[in-house]
């Protein structure tokens, strides 16, 4: 009986400990087999500011000034993400949900921005007071 209560233990700090030590990341970003990037955006049209406003798991939101969700909404949320992201609009474009609200966002490896560095600095712009790249939630 000792054995068995001094297993389950040992067990539960094991687990407790590693979850300490391990570092949570987002998932809204997404890598191909050609080292393209993919964002997933979920966008709200119609806002007083450019602004990334939350950060899931799957995705990130993103307040845009424009009224529609159309091409206007696109170009101004293109023009955001290279800003955010320090690269050129050139490499950036809308792979799906040209005119949705959801929308999948590529990022092509010309850029030679990796999947670690796109996510420490969309987390930056969404909380600009964590330098240090913040540990990520679930």
């Not at 297993?7 to 970003?29: E, G, M, N, P, R």
């Not at 000034?65 to 955010?84: H, S």
């Not at 690269?87 to 799906?96: A, C, F, G, P, V």
Request: with cysteine; hydrophobic share 35%.
């Amino acid at each position: 009986m000792f054995s068995i209560q001094l297993f389950f233990i040992i067990a539960l700090i094991s687990c407790v400990t590693q979850k300490s030590f391990t570092k949570k990341k987002y998932h809204f970003v997404t890598v191909d087999d050609y080292d393209n990037l993919y964002i997933h955006v979920y966008v709200k049209p119609g806002c007083k500011k450019n602004k990334i406003t939350d950060m899931d798991f799957s995705s990130i939101s993103v307040d845009i000034t424009t009224k529609d969700v159309g091409k206007e909404c696109n170009e101004e949320l293109i023009k955001y993400l290279a800003k955010v992201l320090q690269i050129k609009e050139d490499y950036l474009s809308i792979e799906k949900g040209e005119s949705s609200d959801k929308k999948v966002v590529l990022v092509d490896e010309t850029s030679k921005i990796s999947q670690e560095d796109l996510e420490i600095r969309v987390a930056k712009a969404w909380r600009p007071l964590d330098v240090d790249a913040p540990e990520y939630k679930d």
